[in-house]
């Protein structure tokens, strides 16, 4: 039951930092969780990964929609050992680009996004978060931040992340801010050197979890 809300932002998350059709939706979870009657945490996935796209998609139709468009969804469960009691994995594939996010539980009621693309995180689901591929070079975050501040929003959390904890290779940085970055901002943001990319996500992390549990 508390990874119902967790699975949704996953699912949230991992489409809007991907673009266009979906072709394929791989689900993997690891640990406790392989042990268990996994359908709802599918369901909440596909609810999070449509709704960024369509309209009136619920813990019901999800999963009729996603089979109605044909995209192929992939379940597998692993009991291979991982830093967590209970991981879940969505990876998607569309007609441009593939993406993958992973999220836990790392204590009670306090859900976490734990990788994203291979970059290693730690970042607790928000309302609104700006997510920067970059090269790992000084003055990267300054630059997005003064872009940031001099617009009038305001940083409530930053996280950096190496991937392969290689020095001066591909970064990513994470802001978690107290209202939307506006895709003017974005556009902006984009053009600063060394900026692979940057996209605006909006999560759900007050949702309750007791009516997707019930319906599903």
Known sequence: KEYMNLAENIGLLVRQISSGAIQK???????ELSQLNCSPLKVAILKGIL????????YVNAPIIAKA?????????S???SNYSGLITVSITTDSNTHCVSGAMIAENTPRIVRIDGYIT????????LIAPHQDKPGMIAKVATVLGSNNINISMMQVARKNNAVGGESIMI???DSQVHI???AEIKLIDCIYNASYVNLSPEKTTEE???RV
């Open 25 to 31: 939706i791989e689900i993997t979870t690891n640990g």
């Open 69 to 77: 468009r044909g995209i192929d969804v992939i379940e597998s469960k």
């Open 51 to 58: 709704c960024r796209n369509m309209e009136s998609v619920n």
């Open 175 to 177: 802001f978690i801010t």
């Open 122 to 129: 730690s970042i607790a689901p928000a309302e609104h978060i």
């Open 79 to 81: 009991n291979k050992t």
């Open 184 to 186: 003017d901002l974005l």
């Open 212 to 214: 997707a549990v019930a």
